[in-house]
């Protein structure tokens, strides 16, 4: 391995999630086996740009492991889209001595980090944390298992109120561009009806597909609807539209918002963020640069970060397949 790298930074950027701790922690103590110091970059490129450093050691990120969000903070910086932005934090590292920038986030952050990049000849590897699972070049991102289990948990506890009182229930999760949320939990929680922004389902297919439910004995319903679901304007839109059309449901929403991005990660996401964390700090030692680390076939993988940003996560056709049967 290359020693020319002695000291590398680690930050967290854009929304937080489970396993980014973990991820931390892993950083962190690659970097003490392998003899580099390691810094946290407080408030992800705010910090940067400000110098808000801190160096760790293996005992820093004792008993965190098992913590959602992320000890070092997050945040969106509007200054480091400017170069001038850019070029006050590429001062602030060197200044410290940091040779190297382990980037925990999701595109917008690897974006900011391939900029970066290439404007100042700086080594960047990106560990993927994000609940959506929407980035290219990895089957899982830090965060999305715990996310899909809290999602799950949830749903659980709405049909108990949907079976007691033969309600339907529009049940919205997180998922802007990306339903692998909504289809997971929708297949976990067993879901009469999932809405996700790759599939068009129809006004008329979901009332068709309700009124199936209700002639086949079902007294109650959940619907899961990632936000990006493209059918109605809002899921409150859909409520109005199925209330007028079925007056015999009485029917409810419940949008689980940013409790899905919290609580302690799950065993799933605490190994993949240590297993990504010293392969960040492995790579950068090898001398790569403008990768982002994933999980392919079980195995650690890199992925340009141009591909990993421009490239399109593809929706489980399998896992669907399997939801279309199972919602008789």
Do not use: W
């Amino acid at each position: 391995m290359s020693k020319t790298i002695k000291k590398i930074g680690v930050m967290t950027s854009g929304g937080d999630s489970p396993g980014m701790n973990a991820a931390i922690r892993s950083v962190v103590r690659a970097c003490v086996y392998h003899d580099i110091e390691c810094y946290g970059i407080y408030r992800g490129y705010e910090g940067m740009i400000e110098g808000d450093f801190i160096l760790l050691n293996a005992r820093s990120v004792k008993g965190i492991i098992n913590k959602g969000g992320t000890i070092l903070k997050s945040a969106r910086s509007k200054e480091f889209r400017t170069h001038e932005g850019r070029k006050k934090a590429h001062e602030q590292l060197t200044k410290a001595g940091i040779d190297a920038l382990v980037v925990i986030g999701g595109d917008g952050s690897f974006t900011g980090a391939m900029i970066f990049s290439d404007e100042f000849d700086y080594h960047v590897i990106g560990i993927p944390g994000t609940i959506d699972n929407d980035i290219f070049g990895t089957t899982h991102t830090l965060g999305f298992d715990t996310a899909c289990n809290t999602v799950v948990d949830v749903i659980d506890k709405i049909r108990d109120t949907a079976s007691s009182h033969n309600r339907l229930f529009f049940v919205e999760v997180m998922g802007r561009d990306a339903g692998h949320i909504a289809l997971n939990v929708g297949v976990g929680a067993g879901a009469e009806e999932i809405l996700i922004p790759e599939e068009d389902l129809g006004l008329d297919r979901l009332l068709e597909s309700l009124r199936r439910s209700k002639q086949s004995g079902k007294s109650s319903s959940i619907v899961i609807v990632a936000e990006g679901d493209k059918i109605g304007k809002s899921v409150f839109e859909l409520k109005d539209y199925v209330e007028a059309h079925m007056t015999e449901y009485e029917v409810r929403v419940s949008v689980l918002g940013h409790m899905q991005r919290g609580g302690s990660p799950s065993c799933f996401d605490r190994v993949l963020a240590s297993r990504m964390g010293v392969k960040a700090v492995e790579s950068l030692l090898e001398g790569k640069n403008k990768y982002m680390v994933g999980l392919i076939k079980d195995q650690m993988s890199l992925t340009p970060l141009e591909k990993a940003i421009k490239g399109q996560s593809k929706i489980d056709l399998e896992l669907l397949r399997v939801s279309d049967i199972l919602t008789i």
